[in-house]
């Protein structure tokens, strides 16, 4: 066994065997010839992937490991780290989507010859999609710094190690300007322990595609690592490239893993717009600059995957050290870093990038927005995600102030609350234009989306958002100013904003959506709730008759009733469709329909169907939901466990009915420092006839009701009661 091979851990190896831990932890115990451990620590050891596949094999265990899986083993317990691997396999995965023949004869033969002729053949692919790298030969970026672990993507690290991408970039000063940065070309000792990756992720791509198999370990990666990333969903990324338009440059200044140039390059290209560099090209330009070198490589991968556009990305703090100091490009996209105390205040007292004036030290996002707009060319688009407070802000009045007075603000929308991290905070969408003339009679655009907002953390309504942001945009766009909307938009001449404040957030400046039918409204919510306050009591439980000593069932576990065939076991994904809703573990506690969504990949996701029960596996709470036909087909979301009883053994409502016991949950959790979860196999249920099932089943589904309707009595009244306040507030109901 080579002493760099790929390790993987327990949990890994439950994975391959679709298994649970306890089971490789009785594998251990029982059998000596179990593998060694040869990493980790003594409470989490690592063990040789080759052995365990070997030891499963030879025991029978192993029947069929689905082939995305065990690639992924490859990268989480690659020697080097799963960045690395990520990054060996997406310049594998694009020289098989750019030269498919070139691959079948590099990956012929042996893993040593592999190693040797790959860096000769990703230099033929990288040339042209990259451009010359000033490093060329070199792994840097595949070579993580000592003692450094996977970087947040908007972390202070770049500047450690800023030539990893190819182009030196010193502290405190530019780049050389729009110099192209390639991920470096790994040497072939370097790629050697990677080749069983290198092969299963070329066999994945035979089933999948090149780019989805790079979707799906990249999407593994950042679900496997929540912390160490600040995503931008998928919804805004699209919301923010429709609102820039087509653009044939696009900047993305701090691009973590790329998502809103990738949505920018979904978006298409437009002849009308020239490039800064030169001659009208055929084809879209993509810079990307980020403070993590790792980022910006696997953002250049993802990006040369997703486009046949040219791609220039950088490693680098943008504001410190810009990699494209002379770009002037159609389009920015910017989710900057928020509440950045040390962003370069002291350093960039005097850049001329700050056009529209100085920014205080707590105010990085304005830093970050005159960065992008000494980025456009005249009449080019910025757009750039914001936190609400950035536009009421006493420090930075003086400056929002220049912005409008100057018709470089154009628009300020707020979105949803849940929209993008920190989900409990409605940020807000700037939309910015670098003037190319001063305009007559300026006004600008104030949105605000939050009645799109959606429940639990499901996320908003972004078609609602799309729809009702873009239709305001570009009517305001097309006449330069926009006719009240109430509740969801107005266009104000920039001279009501400019008083002491230069308050900019809409919902100060937005009346109220009109209120003409609201005592209707409100006269109907009082009927609902009298409905079902009614319901409620017909289906309150008759009183419970003494028990003079509670029965001794023979019992059994989930587990056991799995092996049987009793029940199917299911877990819920980390990838769907963007077409399938997803049932949350928030829907499931708070009885509602399914409200989430789970990124986009080929995996195919766990569908409900009528019947199934539904257990939160998170949170410590007794809760068990059976499927009906209003919530049949939605995907199973994360955190979730779905038992799927078989209908001539087990009675689905009996099943959901005793799992909700709180002793049994209480026997079946384990306890970590900040969290509670529920080992499913481990519930309790008991050994009874499938008529004796369904008389508990029934009284179970009675409970369930009774349980639904005093949530909707819950709910209607809360409305009421906020309707009756509102009403009373704003006039429109009377105190009689």
Not at 390 to 412: E, F, K, N, Q
Not at 532 to 561: C, M
Not at 661 to 682: E, I, M
Not at 700 to 718: M, V
């Amino acid at each position: 066994m080579q002493d760099n091979a790929t390790e993987v851990t327990a949990a890994g190896i439950a994975r391959l065997a679709g298994v649970g831990r306890a089971a490789v932890s009785n594998w251990r115990r029982r059998h000596a010839d179990f593998p060694k451990p040869v990493g980790g620590t003594e409470t989490s050891p690592s063990f040789a992937l080759a052995d365990v596949e070997a030891w499963l094999r030879w025991h029978g265990k192993l029947a069929e490991v689905p082939l995305r899986e065990r690639v992924w083993q490859h990268v989480a317990g690659h020697p080097a780290g799963p960045v690395t691997a990520l990054t060996h396999a997406g310049c594998v995965l694009l020289l098989i989507h750019e030269r498919p023949t070139v691959w079948l004869e590099v990956s012929a033969g042996s893993d040593e010859r592999l190693a040797a002729m790959l860096p000769g053949a990703l230099e033929q692919v990288f040339t042209p999609r990259f451009g010359a790298s000033a490093d060329t030969g070199t792994a840097a970026v595949n070579r993580p710094r000592p003692g450094a672990s996977d970087s947040a993507v908007h972390g202070p690290s770049a500047l450690d190690d800023p030539s990893t991408l190819g182009v030196p970039i010193t502290p405190g000063a530019p780049s050389t300007p729009g110099a192209p940065s390639t991920p470096g070309v790994p040497t072939g000792p370097e790629l050697l322990p990677s080749a069983p990756l290198l092969r299963g992720a070329a066999e994945l791509a035979a089933e999948l595609g090149a780019r989805q198999t790079f979707e799906f370990l990249l999407g593994r990666h950042l679900d496997a690592n929540p912390r160490q990333y600040t995503l931008t969903p998928a919804g805004l990324a699209d919301l923010m490239a429709a609102l820039a338009g087509p653009a044939r440059t696009v900047l993305d200044p701090a691009c973590g893993p790329g998502a809103l140039l990738c949505a920018a390059a979904a978006s298409g290209t437009t002849p009308a717009h020239s490039s800064a560099h030169g001659p009208e090209q055929a084809g879209q330009e993509l810079y990307a600059q980020d403070s993590a070198p790792d980022l910006a490589a696997l953002t250049a991968l993802r990006l040369a995957l997703h486009s046949r556009a040219t791609v220039h990305t950088a490693a680098g703090d943008t504001l410190r050290a810009d990699a494209h100091p002379h770009l002037r490009a159609d389009a920015v996209l910017c989710h900057p870093p928020f509440n950045e105390r040390n962003w370069g205040h002291d350093e960039l007292a005097y850049d001329p990038r700050w056009e529209y004036g100085f920014p205080a030290r707590t105010e990085s996002e304005l830093a970050w927005v005159q960065h992008a707009l000494a980025r456009l060319r005249d009449g080019g688009t910025a757009v750039v995600l914001m936190p609400p407070a950035a536009a009421s802000r006493r420090s930075g009045r003086r400056i929002r102030a220049d912005l409008l007075r100057r018709g470089a603000l154009r628009a300020v929308v707020a979105l949803p609350a849940g929209a993008a991290p920190p989900y409990n905070i409605p940020l807000h969408l700037w939309v910015l234009r670098r003037p190319d003339r001063a305009p007559a009679q300026p006004e600008v655009l104030l949105a605000d989306a939050g009645q799109f907002a959606g429940e639990g953390r499901g996320g908003p309504d972004w078609q609602g958002v799309r729809d009702a942001v873009l239709d305001a945009w570009r009517t305001y766009d097309r006449a330069g100013r926009l006719a009240e909307r109430p509740g969801l938009a107005r266009s104000l001449p920039v001279i009501d904003l400019l008083d002491d404040d230069v308050d900019l957030a809409p919902a100060r400046h937005l009346p109220p959506p009109a209120a003409a039918d609201g005592a209707e409204q409100l006269a109907d919510v009082r009927e609902r709730l009298g409905e079902t306050l009614r319901l409620t009591a017909e289906l309150t439980p008759p009183p419970a008759g003494a028990v003079p000593s509670a029965p001794r069932w023979p019992l059994t576990t989930v587990g056991e009733l799995a092996r049987g065939g009793a029940l199917v076991l299911r877990t819920g994904g980390n990838g769907g469709h963007a077409r399938v809703p997803v049932l949350t573990d928030h829907d499931v506690l708070a009885g509602t329909g399914p409200s989430g969504t789970l990124p986009e990949s080929d995996e195919d996701p766990v569908l409900t169907e009528p019947g199934d029960v539904v257990l939160p596996v998170l949170g410590g709470g007794a809760v068990a939901r059976v499927i009906d036909e209003t919530t049949s087909g939605a995907a199973l979301g994360r955190n979730l466990v779905l038992l799927r009883p078989d209908p001539a053994a087990l009675d689905a409502w009996f099943l959901a009915g005793f799992l909700r016991g709180s002793a049994n949950n209480r026997q079946a959790s384990s306890y970590a420092s900040t969290a509670t979860r529920l080992d499913a196999r481990r519930l309790h249920l008991p050994r009874l006839p499938l008529a004796e099932q369904r008389r508990y089943g029934a009284r179970f589904r009675a409970l369930d009701e009774f349980e639904r309707a005093l949530k909707l009595a819950g709910r209607l009244g809360e409305q009421l009661v906020r309707g009756m306040y509102d009403g009373l507030t704003d006039g429109t109901v009377t105190p009689g």
